[in-house]
């Protein structure tokens, strides 16, 4: 069966830090890409960053640039997004997914439930 499990979120002050993780179970991990998707209360899910399968390639959204690093352990079966400089407006629930193709458009065909990412202060 496969599965994505999301964690790390929580509270965390302006400014602040998190890294959250997404472990795979399931499938071939290293055959898929993975992107990390956001949604907030009233608005669209949106891409935040996504990684090839090798972790060659790796794509942020304008608002991540700078701020947040994708990496990837492939014998870990995880992928990571270190998110640094945290603002109130990074406030949202935090989902991984699982895709043959990076992209930043959430056509994946396998998500997880997502994590709670809240900055305030």
């Known amino acids: 069966q496969l599965r994505l499990v999301e964690s790390g979120g929580g509270l965390v002050q302006p400014g602040g830090s998190l890294r959250l993780s997404c472990v795979a179970s399931g499938f071939t991990f290293d055959y898929y890409a993975i992107g990390w998707f956001r949604q907030a209360p009233g608005k669209e899910r949106e891409g935040v960053s996504c990684?090839?399968?090798?972790?060659?390639?790796?794509k942020y959204a304008d608002s991540a640039k700078g701020r947040f690093t994708i990496s990837r352990d492939n014998a870990k079966n995880t992928v990571y997004l270190r998110m640094n400089s945290l603002k109130p407006e990074d406030t949202a629930i935090y989902y991984c997914?699982?895709?043959?193709?990076?992209?930043?458009?959430?056509?994946?065909?396998?998500w997880g439930q997502g994590t709670q990412v809240t900055v305030s202060s």
């Open positions: 990684i090839s399968s090798s972790g060659d390639n790796k």
């Open positions: 997914a699982a895709a043959n193709i990076a992209t930043m458009t959430p056509l994946y065909n396998y």
